[in-house]
């Protein structure tokens, strides 16, 4: 198994990689089938409630249907004078007529009435000859014929009898009796037909509707797990690419840190020692002049030196984060800022992670330093089981972030980024003369071998 390529910064999980690939088009699938699933109760309980009330509505027309023909070819013929008049005995044949209806429990009540509002027949004989308002309707139901049709308590006062049955079906319609008079026909029935029938055009027509939404449903996830493992595809392919540029940018900071050691330095360094050596041999008016060029030399090797630093990150594996946290701000005790360490002595963090928070902190820094002319600085490194943070903040003269950021915020810009592709976040707040806060956030990982 080869090693990890000195200087890489981005994670290279190839096995984290390709779990959270997995995982990723999992939790796409997962929330298109929640989606799914709440898709179809959300059209399913209103299509429920239109089917059972359509069916409902159907239940009432068969019953305005029953009655009418109960009416036309049953009670009609039979109401005669002797009827009208309230003879008992013209009565019993109406009453046998209707006493396996009432006998069954299928009809509650029958009542007849003439256009006056009085019952001339009723299977309850109290009620006949009592007097009632007749419905405001009941002129276009004697005009027009067209049956009516209820389903409720009844609390009218023609239904005293009838207001502990609960829901009824009420059934109005017109009725001609045998002496050719026009009589309105009311009659009661038990809702459990209603009810029964509702329930069979539900419970027939649900199934197959649920049936084919979730066909549709199944039809539409092969293409969402085709497009979520593309988009998965692109993240991977965005990842790695990335990982390569920052690779090619390590590799090229090693090059020159290396050469600027190597030649550079040890050049100038050599040129300084010559001067010095020159200088002790020098005339006594020459020596300031060589002693100045000295130092200006000692200075220009000491910032080449910085700066291969800076190109070429302390060794992490040996240093820790912490340490090399502490390393960093060298710099800005030598220019005068206060520095508050809030750094743990260990950090249980992968070198990758910790490259990660080394170069967003190299890069905070170097702004502080160069552009922020703070007096105090404060960086804080916090972990729990979850992940782990940095936040930097100074007190210098900030900026404004509802403006165009400035040339120098380039580099985090980049670090923005970068985290972001690593699973991570990194957040900038700043405000004109009080300073700026940054934060970067990055969930722990079990650390995974590169391959």
Known sequence: MSKRRPGSSLPNWHDDAQAAEYSGVRAAVQRFLLMGLIAMVLVAVP?????????????????VLLTQRLADYSIGPLITDAVIAGDPGARRQLDERLAPRIADGSMVRVKVWNTSGTIVYSDLPLLIGQTFSLPSWAPELLADGKGRATLETQTAPDDRYESNSGELVEVYVRTIAATGETFILEAYFNDDGVRQEQDSVLFGLIPAFLLALGALQLAQLVPAVQLARRIQKHQSTKRELLQHAIDASDLERQRIARDLHDEVIQDLAGLSYALEAEEMHCSPENRPLFSQARAILQKNVRTL?????????????????????ARLTAPLLEQGIQVKLHVPSSCNLD?????MFYRVAREVLANTVKHAKAGILELTLMQDDD?????????GCGFDLSADPPGNHLGLRIMRDTVHVAGGSLEVRSWAGRGTSVMATLDRAVPVRAR
């Open 387 to 395: 992940r782990t943070i940095l936040l930097i903040h100074d007190n």
């Open 47 to 63: 299509v429920a409630l239109w089917v059972r009330a359509q069916s409902a509505h159907n239940a009432m027309a068969n019953a």
């Open 351 to 355: 070198r990758d992670r910790s490259a």
């Open 305 to 325: 030196r910085a700066m291969t630093t800076e190109l070429y990150p302390p060794d992490l594996e040996e240093l820790g984060l912490p340490e090399a946290l």
